[in-house]
């Protein structure tokens, strides 16, 4: 199986050190060596970038000159997304390492898949093809193109939250479905099997990487008005509280904390203008997260964290 991580900030920051861990599960601490990849929407100021840079190789990430630089590269982002692959569909291709990259309504989404898909052939009669041979790459192909049918024009995070909710048990009934998912605005995550996730805030504190002999005091590195939610597959510390996700969790991460999930997503049952009364309640409410946290929010560090 590959390995996820993903990372959510509320100020742009640069993710060195947890890549520095990641990478080395990419054939030297693990054995997820067919390929890696990185993307990540970068940011010029405070608020979320809409350009994207994505890093791909098909060479170890435990080896690849490629992931060395990025050890250090100062790319600073509000949402980035990475992977290193064990091929199991698919073969150690550069077409198949993830994360892949599609636009839609004007932003570019960036998408990556641990896991096996049996039986999973939808039809897709859009403009969403894949270019390799993955079953990853097929699902979100067809993620895209149902989002695109399901909306006419952009809707906010809280209507793709419940879109993803409506979307994901079809593709997940078909085998082991952990992925994560950025349009620049937030962070998606899905869990069938293994996912996790931390919460960096003040007062910050110090880490010690589990895959690398690296302590680091982030109190030196962040001020107090950073805040930044890590993704990952299996913990990159040893002495951090990781949270683990349930199977058939679906996060949404913005401003680096996990949104609760509107009401009209927690049942199918609920009547239709209740639906939309949840919905809207939903909207308001991270309406006045979001305008508090502009209020407060201050030149970000460009230290990694």
């Given at each position: 199986?590959?390995q996820?991580?993903?990372m959510?900030?509320?100020?742009p920051?640069t ?15 693990d ?5 890696w ?44 997304v ?38 999973f ?47 994901v ?13 950025s ?8 869990a069938s ?20 002999d ?47 999930a509107?009401q ?17 309640e ?24």
């Open positions: 199986m590959c996820l991580l993903g959510n900030s509320r100020l920051a993710l060195n050190l947890s890549f520095t861990g990641f990478s080395q599960r990419g054939g030297c601490t054995h997820h060596a067919d390929g990849g990185m993307a990540f929407f970068e940011s010029d100021g405070d608020t979320p970038g809409k350009g994207v840079r994505c890093f791909i190789d098909k060479e170890s990430a435990a080896t690849s000159p490629l992931a060395s630089m990025l050890h250090t590269y100062p790319v600073k982002s509000h949402n980035v990475a992977h290193v692959r064990k091929a199991t569909v698919g073969a150690v291709r550069l077409e198949n390492c993830h994360p892949f990259v599609r636009e839609l309504w004007g932003r570019y989404w960036v998408f990556a898949h641990n896991g096996d898909l049996l039986e052939a939808p039809r897709l009669h859009g403009s969403f093809q894949p270019v390799g041979n993955t079953d990853s790459e097929l699902a979100f192909c067809w993620i895209m193109q149902e989002l695109s049918k399901s909306h006419a024009g952009v809707p906010s995070v809280e209507e793709l939250s419940c879109t993803l909710r409506e979307l048990p079809r593709i997940s009934k078909h085998g082991t479905f952990n992925f994560l998912l349009n620049g605005q937030a962070l998606w995550a899905h099997t293994k996912l996790c996730y931390i919460v960096r805030e003040y007062p910050f504190g110090e880490i010690q990487l589990k895959d690398d690296v302590r680091v005091d982030l109190s030196e590195l962040n001020g107090p008005d950073d805040r930044l939610a890590i993704v990952v597959t299996e913990p990159l510390t040893t002495n951090e509280n990781w949270t683990h996700m349930n199977a058939g969790d679906l996060y949404t991460f913005v401003d680096g904390q996990p949104i609760a509107p009209c997503c927690k049942s199918a049952l609920i009547p239709a203008a209740a639906t939309a009364a949840a919905a809207r939903a909207a308001q409410a991270l309406a006045l997260t979001a305008a508090s946290n502009a209020s407060t929010n201050s030149a970000a560090t460009s230290q990694p964290v």
